[in-house]
């Protein structure tokens, strides 16, 4: 038997839903941040102009877009312990860790192609100014590759947010957990989950908006 929509008990199953949103906030920032400087250190290396560099990025980039999420985390989370006792860390830890290697793993190449976005005569123009790799990356490059990188920056951002639901299978308490555990109590999972899908979009559709007000800005 389907339990009613209005016979969810907002005022008991919101507030942890709240809590468990917060948490799908929080990990996301924090993998978004790590995930963009691990993203611009395997991007700027993806670019170097020394091969083993440029195949060592490659390596990372392509490998971990080349497996699921779901088997990052279960990776962290059941097998480094078993491999190395001492780097045992929590739930929540862990999540932020394999959202952060597999989010820098899709910035590298989203900052890759930003910065081969940039006209080759500004290279050029570096190059004649006697700027080293590093500083024509630091003053020419990347200001501008950076402006490039924001719109697909902020897309995938966007996936984040809903890949981030997979972090339940190691039991952090994320909103997708949350909805479960109240599922389990109220025994009604067509409200409880419609009541998911609607605050992972409160989080998703601003960044949404701000991705097109960027681009018209950038336009």
Do not use: C
């Not at 250190?41 to 490659?58: D, M, N, Q, Y």
């Amino acid at each position: 038997m389907v339990t009613p929509l209005l016979s969810f008990d907002f005022g008991q199953f919101l507030p942890p839903m709240l809590r468990g949103a917060g948490v799908t906030v929080t990990l996301v920032l924090a993998a978004g941040v790590a995930g963009t400087i691990i993203g611009l250190v395997f991007g700027v290396a993806r670019s170097a102009p020394l091969a083993p560099i440029r195949w060592l990025a490659s390596v990372y980039i392509n490998f971990l877009r080349g497996i699921p999420i779901l088997i990052i985390l279960l990776f962290l989370y059941y097998e480094i312990p078993l491999l190395f006792p001492y780097a045992t860390f929590s739930q929540t830890l862990t999540a932020v860790i394999g959202l952060s290697v597999y989010a820098g793993a899709y910035m590298a190449e989203i900052f890759r192609g930003s910065i081969q976005a940039i006209p080759r005569g500004q290279l050029e123009a570096g190059e004649a100014l006697g700027l080293n790799y590093l500083q024509k990356m630091r003053y020419v490059v990347l200001p501008q590759a950076m402006k490039i990188a924001v719109p697909p920056g902020i897309g995938f951002l966007i996936a984040l947010v809903k890949a981030s639901s997979l972090v339940s299978v190691i039991s952090a308490t994320d909103l997708t957990r949350a909805g479960r555990i109240i599922t389990s109590q109220n025994h009604a999972p067509l409200s409880t989950f419609l009541v998911v899908a609607a605050l992972y979009f409160v989080i998703s559709y601003p960044l949404s908006l701000f991705g097109r007000w960027y681009e018209r800005r950038l336009a």
